[in-house]
């Protein structure tokens, strides 16, 4: 079965410092791979996604993620955090459709972000 | 373009009470999924429509819980009756080939059951 760790539940950063959101997948072939962003009171936002080629893939708001299949990991990063970025993320291992898979996603238990003026 | 709809956005209940949540996806999108997210948790699919047919129910509690999806559009998830553990956010998505990619989020439904 698929699962996804996120291993920080709370993460402060001084706005302008750099940040880095751990995730680590368990799936048995090559994954399709998320992050979404949830703002309070606010659904699931996509902000970005990898599905193959190349491992360091672009999203929205200025942030990236690399996928590093000898890791498992796909971590979220940006160079320069805002204050508006503090919410809340997920990051999801999606099955690849195909015979009985229906392509479930199985999403992380998340991580807060809290930016310090 | 419209984004997923939900109604209503709060519910507080007695537990054994029934309660029934909507969904209105983005025009044109075949798959339909509803979640469940507990507080500090990440969401979980509860079930997964395809059309207008069931495609994963598995973690379903089908003792309480039903959903159907009239005509392929519109879907309604029914809690009957509810737990205090069933206390949560019920997020409903929508994508258009289904199957993984890309899903949109309604603001979700905030119940509490008392």
């Known amino acids: 079965a698929q699962s996804v760790t996120q291993p920080d539940i709370h993460i402060t950063v001084s706005e302008g410092a750099s940040l880095e959101l751990r995730c680590n997948y368990s799936y048995g072939a090559t994954p399709y791979l998320f992050w979404y962003v949830q703002s309070p009171g606010q659904g699931l936002q996509l902000l970005l996604k990898y599905f193959s080629g190349d491992t360091l893939v672009q999203g929205i708001k200025g942030f990236e993620a690399e996928f590093k299949r000898s890791q498992s990991s796909f971590n979220l990063r940006k160079p320069s955090v805002h204050w508006s970025d503090a919410a809340e993320y997920f990051c999801a291992v999606g099955e690849r459709a195909g015979g009985t898979s229906y392509g479930k996603l199985t999403f992380g238990q998340g991580t807060i972000l809290t930016v310090h003026p | 373009e419209a984004g997923v709809a939900q109604s209503p956005r709060y519910k507080i209940i007695e537990k054994r009470q029934s309660v029934a949540f909507w969904c209105n996806p983005i025009s044109g999108h075949a798959t339909l999924y509803w979640y469940q997210q507990i507080l500090g948790q990440g969401p979980k699919l509860l079930i997964q429509?395809?059309?207008?047919?069931?495609?994963?129910d598995s973690q379903l509690p089908k003792d309480r819980f039903s959903a159907e999806r009239l005509k392929g559009v519109d879907s309604t998830l029914k809690i009957q009756p509810a737990k205090l553990e069933d206390s949560a956010v019920y997020l409903c998505?929508?994508?258009?080939?289904?199957?993984?990619?890309?899903?949109?989020f309604g603001p979700g439904t905030r119940l509490t059951v008392t």
């Open positions: 429509f395809q059309n207008n047919g069931v495609v994963d």
């Open positions: 998505a929508s994508s258009t080939r289904g199957l993984t990619y890309e899903q949109y």
